[in-house]
């Protein structure tokens, strides 16, 4: 009787073992992540039986998309590192910590949120990045090289690192509280808006391609466009301009430069 009671423990105690190794860790072998917000993982696994299938395509490339695997409700290590496209808009998430284990991740919008930080230093494949209306308070993506599409509007930004982001070719960080705009080392930036800000001065000379740029509602005092000879749209109302140099044979329409409010101080330049 005790052999048996004794067989029937230790069947209980390697059931209970094994149970636990599969909360712990996936048949991938690889840990089980552990969410500081909630709301991120059930948004994933929300989203992982809604689709269809592993891939995601916008109609011009194809992506890898979250799929829970082994439909246990958790995410492996190794389910997110393979991740190349995420959608976690509107789903009132505050904490996206767990952003560095998706190594792979190519598309991130994270807009319609309520997060205060956002880290994705380690996500450095990342092309598209579109985290508007957050609470977020400082931004870094300059090591994102990659990066060609920001979006971060309508948040509470002081501060925004966009150095060395020589992929980079539009922006929009609308609607912040940046007072100094640094676009070192963003020599592929064709569309900027950095429009209701507190700017007060904004060098796009190292732009040589901007075709667009809106830079309304801020306290810029001079404006030097000249070396942007692709220049065809400018917005600059509702700053305290006293000065906007142009490129002679500029692109930007005739009305605005002969027939707008800016035409008093306007200067032509001429670049060899």
Not at 80 to 92: F, P, Q, T
Not at 145 to 159: E, G, P, Q
Not at 224 to 242: A, F, Q, R, T, W
Not at 244 to 249: A, G, M
Request: proline share 2%.
């Amino acid at each position: 009787m005790k052999k048996i009671l004794l067989l029937v423990a230790a069947a209980a105690v390697t059931a209970v073992s094994c149970n636990k190794n599969r909360v712990d860790i996936w048949v991938d072998n690889s840990p089980i992540i552990e969410f500081k917000d909630p709301r991120f993982q059930n948004a994933l696994i929300e989203l992982s039986s809604m689709y269809g299938d592993y891939t995601y395509s916008d109609g011009k490339k194809t992506y890898i998309q979250f799929k829970d695997m082994n439909g246990d409700g958790k995410v492996s290590e190794m389910e997110a590192s393979r991740v190349e496209y995420l959608d976690l808009s509107g789903y009132k998430i505050r904490n996206l910590d767990e952003l560095t284990y998706f190594t792979s991740l190519k598309v991130l919008y994270c807009q319609n949120n309520d997060v205060s930080r956002i880290n994705v230093t380690q996500n450095t494949a990342l092309t598209e990045l579109n985290c508007m209306n957050n609470k977020l308070t400082d931004l870094d993506v300059s090591k994102n090289t990659s990066l060609t599409t920001l979006n971060c509007r309508y948040n509470s930004l002081t501060s925004l690192n966009v150095g060395g982001c020589a992929s980079l070719s539009d922006m929009v960080c609308e609607g912040n509280s940046i007072s100094v705009l640094s676009l070192d080392g963003c020599p592929g930036l064709t569309d900027l808006n950095c429009s209701d800000n507190m700017i007060t001065s904004l060098d796009v000379s190292g732009c040589p391609d901007l075709k667009t740029l809106n830079c309304s509602d801020n306290r810029i005092t001079r404006l030097d466009v000249s070396h942007n000879k692709y220049l065809s749209s400018l917005s600059c109302s509702g700053n305290p301009l006293e000065k906007i140099l142009i490129y002679e044979y500029f692109s930007l329409p005739e009305s605005f430069v002969y027939g707008s409010e800016f035409s008093d101080i306007i200067e032509f330049v001429m670049w060899d």
